[in-house]
């Protein structure tokens, strides 16, 4: 398996480190090649002293015995080793490392990913890639710049995606940046000057933007008059998006939820809340240990569930999960199997897991009992959860929770008629889950289990009002744990309330967790 270095944060750390190495070994490169210099200059010293001497006299110098045999043997053994010295290749070995190490560096597809965790940022908080360049995100400012370079890739990555009006800002942040910046990395590394402008040119172009294109190339010293044919090759040529983002564009609704609860107006608007009061009714457990829990809508039911679990039990949730912790797929119901998607960027792991020790069997048990608890619904144990760990740009896609479709696994089990989302952190910036169809957004509270039910509570039919889904984060970690409640364990505990059902399977393709 490719070592995932987008979301992971145990190979972001990795990152830093071979970063850190990599200067290290640059830097003795230099050293070295400076070391080289450093002789070659001295034995230039050394080699000029006798001509010194011989200035403005050379017959009486070349006539003394001494002088002319040492030029003679000089001039006759010296300059074969002093060319194999010259020929001698400095810094391999330093060189040897650097191409080691880069096959085990980012490829194409990370930074592919990297692109569009800041590319989401950037659509769903609506930011402007000029304060997000100078570390300005969503009114926070964060420590990092970038360089030209880096809103370049940005640039290009926008426009390849056909967001030509971001990709004109990128492209525009990266010129002014090279203005600033020292202009001799970006020449090593290949981003030039006529690169940036050529391609806001063409980003200009095909947002509608002609004449400022083309005023920007004839002012320019590179370009002039020949400005005039680039705009109207530009205007032939129609770019094609080869980025497809369109299939996982969450839509405006759900962006404007997200910035809704976002740092910049985390204070203008809290999550509207219902009614706050406890909940000692739905089991004997309750009475003895109410629960405060708020109401956050009432048709589809949506409940926040408070202290539901400890910060121990938290802790040895992250632990136990932490060595299976791999990239989260999507199923797919058109393949009947699990991929990797761009409508979700976290890590998952599948609680319990073969390998999950006894101890902490029993604490997932707890856990799975304290549920059914609270909802009055059957949690059979060993059914899993998944914790879910999400990083930089890291995000969900809305979704429905039930499957609406065929599978094995459904036939034994039944559809997921409810879900219980474990928050087990507070997140720092960004990361909220939304509900677009009932305008609903609930921040990460630590502790807190978010429940609502997937199924209309009169007919039972699939209530299409619980699609949501989770904003990118935006800075932090944010990690969550969730407990699907199914259909054909509440046999047993309310058989009638549960008739059978012939379903249409309505959706074919879809994405789902
Ligand atoms: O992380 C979230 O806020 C939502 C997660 C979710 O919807 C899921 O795992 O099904
Ligand atoms: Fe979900």
């Not at 474990?422 to 889950?433: I, K």
């Not at 509570?457 to 009002?465: F, L, V």
């Not at 619980?466 to 364990?489: N, Q």
Request: aromatic share 8%; charged share 25%; net charge negative.
């Amino acid at each position: 398996d490719r070592i995932n270095y987008v979301t992971s944060a145990e190979e972001k750390m990795n990152l830093l480190q071979k970063d850190r190495e990599l200067i290290i070994v640059l830097d003795s490169y230099a050293t070295e090649l400076n070391d080289k210099i450093i002789m070659l200059k001295r034995i230039v010293k050394e080699l000029k002293e006798p001509l010194e001497k011989a200035k403005n006299r050379e017959e009486e110098y070349l006539s003394h015995p001494i002088n002319r045999l040492s030029l003679m043997r000089q001039m006759h053994e010296d300059w074969e080793p002093l060319e194999e010295l010259l020929k001698q290749p400095v810094g391999q070995e330093k060189l040897a490392v650097i191409e080691k190490t880069r096959e085990e560096l980012p490829v194409e597809s990370d930074l592919v990913e990297a692109n569009q965790a800041l590319f989401r940022i950037v659509h769903t908080y609506d930011l402007e890639p000029k304060d997000v360049s100078t570390g300005l995100v969503d009114g926070v400012q964060y420590s990092g710049k970038m360089s030209a370079g880096d809103c370049f890739t940005m640039g290009t990555f926008s426009f390849k995606a056909g967001s030509y009006p971001i990709a004109s800002k990128w492209l525009s942040a990266a010129e002014d940046l090279l203005v600033d910046q020292p202009r001799r990395y970006h020449e090593v590394i290949g981003v030039t000057k006529a690169d940036v402008t050529l391609l806001l040119a063409r980003s200009l172009i095909a947002s509608g933007n002609v004449s400022i294109a083309r005023e920007m190339l004839i002012r320019d010293s590179m370009f002039g008059q020949a400005g005039n044919a680039l705009v109207l090759h530009f205007l032939r040529n129609t770019p094609q998006p080869s980025i497809d983002l369109e299939s996982c564009e969450p839509g405006e609704s759900f962006n404007q939820l997200c910035r809704s609860v976002s740092r910049r107006h985390a204070s203008e608007s809290k999550p509207s809340r219902l009614h706050c009061r406890y909940n000692a009714t739905t089991t004997p457990f309750l009475r003895l240990a109410p629960l405060r829990m708020e109401e956050l809508s009432l048709d589809p039911y949506v409940v926040l569930y408070h202290n539901v679990l400890s910060d121990p039990e938290i802790e040895k949730l992250q632990l136990m999960s932490e060595p299976f912790l791999e990239r989260a797929k999507v199923f797919r119901v058109e393949k009947g199997s699990d991929e990797i998607g761009a409508s979700r960027a976290a890590d998952g792991a599948w609680l319990p897991h073969q390998e999950t020790e006894p101890e902490d069997l029993e604490v997932l048990n707890r856990i799975g009992r304290r549920i059914g608890d609270i909802t009055g619904l059957s949690t059979r144990s060993g059914r899993q959860m998944q914790l879910l760990k999400y990083g930089f740009g890291g995000h969900f896609t809305p979704h429905f929770d039930y499957f609406d479709s065929k599978t094995l696994y459904l036939e034994k089990v039944g559809d997921r008629i409810a879900t219980v989302l474990f928050y087990l952190n507070n997140v720092e910036h960004g990361g909220a889950t939304v509900f677009p169809s009932i305008n609903l957004a609930v921040p990460t509270q630590k502790g807190s289990a978010l429940f609502w039910h997937n199924l209309d509570g009169q007919s039972y039919d699939y209530d299409t009002r619980t699609f949501h889904g989770a904003c990118p984060l935006i800075s932090g970690t944010k990690l969550v744990m969730t407990r699907w409640i199914y259909e054909l364990d509440q046999m047993l505990l309310m058989p009638a309330v549960l008739p059978p059902r012939s379903r249409n399977f309505s959706r074919s393709l879809r994405n789902q967790n």
